[in-house]
Each structure stands twice: as C-alpha cells, then as structure tokens.
C-alpha cells in the first residue's frame, strides 16, 4: 500500500512490539500463575514454550505483516485469495474484542489502585491481608466506580491510537518502555536487599520437579500466547508497519527476551517482597491487588513503593491494550476504508461497552451463572487464552506449512538479515511441532470439558 504508515525506527519498532507483550500477563498472570503452581517448575515449562512455540510463531506473524503490508484479514486474503484463511484475520479480531473487554477492566482497576496508593489508602491495609481483601472485592464488585475508572483506562487508549502508528503508539511506547524496566529494576533490587527476600528467589527459580503437574503445562502454554500476545495478529499489524530492512529473527529475539525478562523481574521483585514480609505466595489472582497493598504499608516509604508499582503496571497494561485496540482499528482502515479516528472510537466505544458487562458480571449485576458456571469476565479471560488465541497461532503455522509455504516464508524471512543461512528443515520442524503441541492441548482441553477427564492435566 503506497501511503501506508511506517514506524519510524528499527528501535520504535522493538520497543512497541515488545511493549504489547509486556502487560498485565507478565506483571499480574505470570507471577500468581507461577506461585500457584510450583514456582519454579511452571517458570521451566513457560520458558520452554516460549523458546519454542513462542519465537516460531512470533516471527510467522512478523513475516506475514511485513510481505502483505496489511493487517490480518487483508493479509490471509492477500496470501490465499478466495479461501477460508481470511478467517484466521477475522479470529483474530474477534480476540481482540474479547481480551481488550476484560483487559480494560483490570486496567481500570490499576488506575484506581495508583490513586488509591498516592493517597496513602494502603497504609490502613498493613499487615491486614483480609482489610485489603475486602477492599479490592467491593471495590470490583460495584457497578458505578470500577465502570469509571475503565471507561479513562479505554479513552486514554483510544487518545494513543488516534494519534498514529509513529506518533502515538511508536512514540508512547519509546516513553513508556524504559520507564516500565527502570521502576522494575528499582523494585526488584528493593526486594532483594529485603530481609529474608532471596527466599523469594528461589522459590521462583529453584525447580522442585515434584510439583510439576500436567496442568500446569497447559496454563504455560495457553500463557505464552498470551504473555507474547500471539495468535490474534496483533504481531502481523506491527509487522505490516515495516519496511524491508528490518531484521525479524533478531527483533523477535529482542521481543521475546524483553518479555521474559520483566516477567522475571516481576516475580523477583514481587516474591522477594512477599516473602521478606511472611505473605502468602500462592494468593492466586489476588497476589497483586490484594497482597501487595497490605504489604507495601509495611515497608520504609511503603507509598512510594506501591504507587510506583501500580504506575509501572499501568505502562505496562496501556501499552498492551493500545496494541489489541490497534488490531481492531488497522482492520476497519485496511479492509474498509475507515479513518484512523473514525475506526478507533467507534470500535473502542464497542469494545468498551462489552467490558462494562465483563466488569458489571463480578458483582451480579449482570447475572450469566444460569448459562455457565463462571462469570462473564472469567468466560472471556478463558475464552481467549485457552482457545482463540492457541488456536489462531495453530492455524497460522499450518498456513505456512501448507497454503503459502516455507520457501516463500523463507524468503521474505531473509530480507534484512545478512546471512542467509536458515535451514528450512528447522523452520518446518519448529512450525510442526508448534502446531501440533497447540493441537493436542486443544484437544485435550475439548475432551476435558465433553467427559469431564482430561487426557493430561
Ligand atoms: N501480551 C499482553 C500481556 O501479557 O498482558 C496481553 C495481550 C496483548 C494479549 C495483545 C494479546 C494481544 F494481542
């Protein structure tokens, strides 16, 4: 496309892909997920289906982008006119309506959890893990405040988008990024120099092999989609804002390594603080608005802990959110002929709209329990990382191996890299392994819920 928007630097481009992958999923997820299921042992799985499944399918989505200069839908078409590939596009805006639903509740529950903290409404919550409780549980569970709060989280969104690919997203993201490692940093070696906060440590890193359940695999699988935010063509939407000098092996090395290590950070700095002060690690969904305040009281200059904890999750959320919503806009300027501005409200006002029933469904508002045993928010949480977004990376690694082809992947691969030494027997190998270990997960989790008995897990 002729006047299509590019981003404006090799770095810009690094810092907003790897700024959609760090979000609440390495900050909020990873860490609970983790504490709740043998610490070290799920961190060894995740890692695992990151290296593998995670990097080939991060750079499929890349190459797609860059060759098609479009986004999802517009690029299968592109790709495999007159099929049913486009669909795999149209799942993968579907997700984005899915998680940015939920994913803009959570955001706006951080934005208040900032202000709470600023205003020292945590120090009321010292040492008090079950005060801190309640206050996070009428707090989500009531109808106007939690609204509110996720209707700024979204228009701030919107405001980013509206702006452009080089002057909002690119731009914010240069900001935003640095600022998220540095406090993270800062965080972490608080933690460490903590007293009894190395227990924290190993608890994240020393791998205990007995805890390492069948479940537990799943959850790293179905999380490293979503940490790498793959498998909805948010990664074929940044990478069709690429030229051809970019070089996609070495920027999703870079994407990859910055998401895994400020999840690490994340949980250093979480578990080392949590343990320094005796809380209980495997809190669950909790661990980050419902531990953490009670613990930051305890701490020297606890406010400024906790704010900025909460202001670096907010970065974190915002410019993940930015490029789910991004997926949604790209595909009404690409296949219908939308204005950015025109794409971008109305779609983050729908989107917005079904949050409001993710969030209004915690407290019963909005009762869905007759139709299923979750509510409306978990369905979509569920809904999106264990299905949609495994099965759309699937489908796109079976679309290279069998529509478009590894040759033809291969060499779109090569522009921008200098040697041109990648054995098409390691991408195929790689490709089919992802598609099958994704496949028989899926499959495991369909068996699961039709008899009730998983073959694993
Ligand atoms: N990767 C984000 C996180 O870890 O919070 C979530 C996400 C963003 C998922 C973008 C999917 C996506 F397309």
């Given at each position: ?77 592109t790709?495999?006119p ?6 795999v ?15 803009g ?72 990024m ?82 895994t ?23 669950g ?23 900025l ?13 930015i ?14 002929g939308?204005?950015?501005?025109k ?15 993710c ?16 509510t ?82």
């Amino acid at each position: 496309m002729k006047n299509r928007e590019h981003w404006g630097s090799k770095l810009g481009f690094i810092l907003a892909a790897s700024g959609s992958a760090v979000g609440i999923g390495n900050i909020w997820k990873y860490p609970h997920m983790a504490g709740q299921n043998g610490g070290a042992a799920f961190t060894l799985i995740y890692l695992l289906c990151i290296l593998v499944v995670g990097l080939s399918i991060v750079i499929t989505e890349f190459v797609i982008g860059r060759k098609t200069q479009l986004s999802p839908v517009g690029a299968f078409e592109t790709l495999a006119p007159n099929t049913a590939w486009k669909w795999v596009g149209f799942l993968g805006v579907a997700s984005a309506f899915v998680i940015l639903s939920f994913y803009g509740v959570v955001g706006g529950w951080i934005l208040k959890y900032i202000i709470v903290s600023l205003t020292g409404g945590f120090n009321v919550l010292k040492g008090d893990p079950e005060a801190a409780g309640s206050l996070f549980n009428n707090f989500i569970t009531g109808t106007w405040s939690p609204v509110l709060y996720q209707i700024i989280f979204m228009a701030v969104c919107i405001w980013v988008i509206v702006h452009g690919v080089k002057g909002g997203i690119e731009k914010w993201a240069k900001v935003m990024m640095p600022l998220i490692i540095i406090l993270l940093a800062v965080l972490a070696v608080r933690g460490i120099t903590l007293k009894g906060g190395l227990e924290g440590i190993s608890f994240l890193f020393n791998p205990r092999f007995e805890d390492l359940t069948a479940s537990a695999i799943v959850l790293a699988l179905g999380h490293a989609f979503f940490t790498l935010s793959l498998g909805m063509g948010t990664m074929v939407t940044y990478g069709s804002y690429l030229d051809r000098e970019q070089n996609l092996l070495n920027s999703a090395l870079w994407v990859i390594a910055l998401d895994t290590a400020i999840a690490m950070l994340a949980g250093v700095a979480i578990f080392t603080t949590v343990f320094a002060l005796g809380a209980n690690p495997a809190e669950g969904p909790g661990l980050i608005f419902v531990v953490l305040p009670s613990v930051f009281p305890q701490l020297a200059a606890g406010t400024l802990w906790g704010s900025l904890f909460f202001i670096l999750l907010f970065m974190a959320a915002l410019t993940s959110a930015i490029s789910i919503l991004e997926v949604v806009t790209a595909y009404f300027i690409d296949q219908k002929g939308w204005s950015r501005t025109k794409a971008t409200i109305q779609f983050g006002v729908v989107i917005t709209v079904v949050g409001v029933f993710c969030s209004l469904s915690l407290g019963g508002s909005i009762n869905l329990t007759a139709f299923m045993d979750i509510t409306f928010f978990d369905f979509m949480d569920y809904l999106s990382s264990k299905y949609m977004l495994p099965i759309g990376g699937m489908l796109t690694a079976l679309f290279v191996l069998f529509h478009w082809g590894v040759p033809n992947f291969i060499d779109e691969l090569y522009m921008g890299i200098s040697s041109k030494k990648i054995d098409s027997r390691i991408a195929v190998i790689l490709l089919l392994v992802s598609a099958m270990v994704v496949g028989f997960i899926i499959l495991n989790e369909i068996i699961a819920k039709i008899t009730g008995t998983a073959v694993i897990g």
